[in-house]
């Protein structure tokens, strides 16, 4: 860990568009993160692997301001943030689409509670609807679309406000194997139209080496960051980036790194859910 | 012959399968309504038979008597008054129910004291019969509007509170976690979220209360009252006039009928994506 954080300070000397130092977070029977300190430059793509239990949604829901933490801070462009602000935004693992409303005034919920919803921010709003690739659905219902489809408004809703940084926590993980191979290159194609900051939440290594510019492995027992992997890879990546020898060489190491913890949340998993509990936690 | 075409061809014998499955899912779908007005017309008819065949006036009305002691009322402007005056009475006791049921359902739901001291009350008073003090609260509020309008809330206040609040309780988390993540404020977190996600519930208990509603006035009116549905129902009863007697049962069952069928056209108006 402590050569992450080396390589992590000497990389980014320039200041960071988002800084999470020294964050800890407890709950009643367990340290859900200890000391974990990350830098994410400006238009930079982070993606965060580790093992159930490790409190990575934790710590994303912290960044986001929906949790707490018990020490330590985060800062976007230096500034400390505490509470769910428009400098961030937030998509969630399951697609939490507001069913009465259509998929256009879904998207501009976000703008309509911050008192910014006017002729030009649905313009602007109609143009994110596109780039997801919902042009025509506009008026559609939830339960009119598809899971992609859903979380496809779910990030046109979040990327609405124009936040700084972009917080993604396992969005694609509810979606069946093919839908998440193309929405993997959605997500590349749309954060390539802006490149926003981005940090993102997974499970899945290849997900993780596939999408970032630099991987956050977290360990568990306590949650903490165990190694930070630079992903080498030119962009654009197309899909068949997947079956390069580079890019299976990263998620083998990736894969090695977590591995025991892996196996150790499974074996505990069996006498008594862990994450089900640090769920619940949370809520 | 056919048989070979049909060899040669495995298509046109799936086309075919696939033609009278569609047939046959047609005349299912045309055949429950017809198979509905069957159900009323046949036991409409029943009646009818066994009122002529009992032969006593005294005892039950065909429904041929019944209709015409309708007419008659109507004619009279009999029937026009008694409705009147227990649309009245329910109208307003509805209406009061509504508005209260839905704020002490809101109150309880938003605060914890709130749910902890009016919960006790709302669940033991929803599970007890309340009709009973019916004659009670005549005897307290006289024989007039107000005693019935009194004895509709009481009845129709509880499903609405308890619905309610269930359904503010009901509010998806994550809907609230989102709206949350934007900032939102706790009033813009209940009026986007909360409100909109319990309205079919209160729908729901609203239209649950019109049939409570609708005994509530008749019950009333049975222990005291100078007009209405329910005290028409009682003088014929009592003068053993059947078919009058049966022309105020029908006049509440159309209602109940009407007033329902109204709150379902409302709730697939206002709340469309609950219809799945």
Same mark, same amino acid.
């Given at each position: ?6 390589? =992590? ?16 977070? =407890? ?176 499970? =899945? ?79 | 012959?056919?048989? $070979? ?24 779908? $045309? ?138 309780? $009901? ?90 069928? $109204? ?14």
């Amino acid at each position: 860990m402590e050569s992450a954080l080396k390589e =992590q300070t000497t990389q980014h000397a320039a200041p960071a568009k988002l800084t999470i130092r020294g964050v800890h977070k =407890q709950f009643v029977d367990l340290v859900a993160l200890n000391d974990v300190n990350l830098d994410v430059a400006e238009g930079e793509f982070v993606c965060v692997v580790g093992p159930s239990g490790c409190g990575k949604t934790t710590l994303l829901r912290i960044v986001a301001g929906l949790e707490e933490a018990d020490l330590g801070n985060i800062a976007i462009d230096g500034k400390q943030v505490k509470r769910p602000g428009v400098d961030r935004g937030f998509v969630f693992q399951s697609d939490c689409l507001l069913p009465w409303r259509t998929v256009i005034s879904n998207a501009l919920v976000g703008l309509e509670i911050n008192g910014r919803r006017n002729a030009a921010s649905r313009v602007y709003t109609q143009s994110l609807l596109k780039l997801v690739g919902l042009e025509g659905f506009e008026n559609y219902y939830p339960w009119q679309l598809s899971g992609g489809m859903r979380q496809r408004v779910n990030l046109a809703r979040a990327l609405a406000i124009n936040p700084d940084v972009l917080l993604m926590d396992e969005p694609f993980s509810a979606l069946d194997a093919q839908t998440r191979e193309i929405m993997q290159t959605e997500m590349l194609r749309i954060w390539n139209a802006g490149r926003k900051t981005v940090m993102f939440i997974t499970h =899945q290594i290849d997900e993780a080496v596939y999408l970032a510019d630099r991987v956050v492995v977290l360990g568990r027992r306590p949650g903490r960051v165990k190694e930070i992997v630079p992903i080498e890879i030119s962009r654009p990546r197309s899909l068949a980036v997947k079956r390069t020898p580079s890019f299976i060489a990263y998620v083998d190491a990736i894969w090695k790194m977590i591995e025991h913890d892996v196996r150790e949340s499974i074996s505990e998993e069996g006498d008594h859910p862990k994450p089900k509990r640090q769920r619940d936690a949370v809520e | 012959m056919i048989q $070979a075409d049909k060899a040669l061809n495995p298509s046109a014998a799936i086309a075919e399968k696939l033609a009278a499955k569609q047939r046959r899912d047609k005349l299912e779908r $045309a055949a429950f309504p017809i198979l509905a007005w069957v159900s009323v017309i046949g036991g409409i008819l029943l009646w009818e038979l066994v009122g002529r065949s009992v032969g006593s006036a005294l005892f039950l009305a065909t429904p041929s008597q019944t209709w015409l002691a309708l007419v008659d009322l109507w004619r009279s402007g009999e029937l026009q008054h008694h409705i009147w005056v227990s649309g009245q009475e329910f109208l307003y006791g509805y209406l009061i129910a509504c508005v209260a049921g839905i704020v002490i359902g809101l109150i309880m739901a938003s605060y914890r004291s709130g749910s902890a001291l009016l919960g006790p009350w709302v669940s033991g008073l929803y599970a007890t019969p309340i009709i009973a003090v019916a004659p009670l609260v005549i005897l307290w509020f006289g024989i007039g509007i107000w005693s019935k309008i009194v004895v509709v809330i009481s009845v129709v206040i509880f499903p609405v509170i308890i619905n309610t609040e269930a359904g503010i309780r $009901a509010t998806d988390r994550h809907l609230i976690e989102a709206i949350r993540s934007f900032g939102a404020n706790q009033f813009q977190i209940f009026t986007k979220v909360s409100l909109p996600s319990a309205l079919p519930f209160i729908l729901a208990g609203l239209r649950l209360g019109i049939g409570r509603g609708l005994i509530g006035v008749v019950v009333g009116e049975l222990f005291g009252a100078r007009a209405g549905v329910g005290f028409m129902i009682l003088q014929a009863a009592e003068s053993f006039a059947m078919p009058k007697l049966f022309a105020g049962v029908i006049v509440l069952a159309a209602a109940g009928i009407s007033l329902t069928a $109204a709150c379902h056209a409302l709730e697939s108006k206002l709340v469309p994506w609950n219809r799945r």
